[in-house]
């Protein structure tokens, strides 16, 4: 399968190409920096620029059969990036006729809101991330309002080990407040995804409970 993954040098995104390339995947990754790729360029293609870029995405997106966006927000405690960025990526996908996309968003779009645990919810959400996560909301519409075979996947917050217990993968949030999920596993369920679609045109919540 050809692959684009959009933020493939974060800290998801550079486990997403590996898996993908472990499972013999062609990949190409779009990056303003490729060194940041450093030890896999060599394995996939790399097309130069970011993904506001429209040009850049267009090269990016043609010949593809899949797209996986794992864009983080780095830093910032607001921006419109992921919304502008996917409304590039859907125009682009639109013109070339790929109609797959997994679009990574994260606890506290849409009804996870409030589903990421005490110190989530009542301190890192309402101080660091509640402005990232009204762009991710409009980024999750516009994906929606698309007739493309969409995936939204929405982590529970990161740990760096994978932590015990089974792998929860929820489509009705309900009442559920799920715990920290590894990136490494993260990056196994985006794949997996892609090579055996179970979620198709839904949105998912994935963690520990």
Known sequence: MHILVLGASGSVGRLVVER???RRHEVTALLRSPEKLSGLAERLRIVQGDALDTRAVDRAVSGQDAVIYALGAGRVRRTTLFSESTLVLLTAMTQHRVRRLICVTGVGAGETKGHGGFL???????????GIYAD???QESLIRQTDIDWTIVRPAPFRKDK???PLQVLTDVGNVTLGRISRLEIAEFLVAELEHPRFVRQAVFIGHG
Do not use: Q
């Open 163 to 165: 932590p015990p217990g």
């Open 120 to 130: 989530y919810d009542r301190i890192l959400y309402p101080l660091f991330t509640k």
């Open 136 to 138: 991710k909301d409009k």
């Open 20 to 22: 993908a390339l472990d």
